[in-house]
């Protein structure tokens, strides 16, 4: 058997199992029978768990195809490709444009100075790649000299990432610059006009949680742009609007996750002294 076809059923039992013990702890009455009375049929398995919405692809198989990938010239120049890092069902996916120089040369992403301000801007909001971030790029190639990356190697590597998000569902997508966001939002605003306002990317599976149970339903996943670390680093003003947007990003983020909004409180107990206005946002989180 594959690994990939391993994860697939992995998932399948893990998620069979609990609904088989929820399910028989709500169904208990109908269960109790007799030899002369026949059991009755198990109620139905939710549609969701019957349906693998991942194809039977997993990230180490996106991984592995990505190492080889040769769609587009970046790939004859490429040192090491990198495919993106972080933990499997994260809060957060944080999209970059594509590797830098230090990114080529050590297969991970945001590991030079950007991603060095990178991991303190999530930092800021309780945010970091090893427990609830995953951290990735458009383009999973260097374009050389830093380059943007060109439309065709956007489109070439375009179903990389959207297997990704479809695989990780994040709860919220962080663009970092303006190719992340024109991407992931089908737009060709600029970054100043995208910053700080949330979009929606349509076309992810996000989770829900149904009491114990969790089932996979057709829910757009926000998706907030901010300024590109690169960006912060040659332009300082840009630090103080892009901590604005990592403060809606957090305030989002409360609303949707019970566990964050607890973890993270004494980060709002911290801004909302600083800030009346966001005070009064997250006020519910806080009493
Ligand atoms: N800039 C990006 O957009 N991505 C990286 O991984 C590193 C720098």
Not at 4 to 33: C, I, M, P
Not at 103 to 110: H, I, K
Request: glycine content about 8%.
């Amino acid at each position: 058997m594959k690994a990939s076809e391993k994860a697939v059923l992995a998932r399948f039992l893990d998620t069979a199992s609990d609904w088989l013990r929820d399910g028989y702890a709500l169904h208990k009455e109908e269960y109790s029978f007799t030899d002369d009375d026949p059991p009755p049929s198990p109620p139905p398995l939710p549609l969701a768990y019957l349906v693998d919405e991942s194809g039977g692809e997993s990230l180490e198989a996106i991984a592995a195809e990505i190492a080889g990938c040769t769609s587009c010239g970046l790939g004859k120049t490429r040192t090491n490709a990198v495919p993106g890092e972080g933990p499997e069902h994260p809060l957060v996916m944080v999209i970059g444009e594509g590797p830098g120089a230090d990114e080529d040369a050590s297969g991970r992403p945001f590991v030079g100075k950007a991603g060095q301000l990178l991991d303190k801007m999530l930092a800021a909001i309780g945010l970091s790649r090893d427990r609830n971030c995953y951290i990735a790029n458009v383009v999973k190639c260097r374009p050389p000299e830093n380059r943007d990356p060109a439309p065709e190697e956007i489109a070439a590597c375009a179903s990389y990432l959207e297997t990704q998000i479809r695989l990780l569902k994040p709860k919220a997508i962080l663009c970092a610059g303006r190719v992340a966001a024109q991407f992931i939002l089908s737009t060709g605003e600029g970054i100043n006009r995208l910053r700080g306002r949330f979009g929606e990317y349509p076309a992810a599976v996000a989770i829900e949680k149904t009491g114990t149970l969790q089932s996979d339903g057709m829910i757009p996943v926000p998706v907030l742009p901010t300024y590109h670390p690169s960006a912060i680093l040659r332009d300082e003003s840009l630090k103080r609007p892009a901590f604005e947007d990592l403060k809606l990003l957090m305030v989002k983020l409360a609303a949707m996750d019970k566990a964050y909004a607890g973890e993270c409180r004494p980060l709002l107990e911290k801004y909302a002294a600083q800030d009346p206005a966001f005070s009064e946002q997250v006020r519910e989180y806080l009493d």
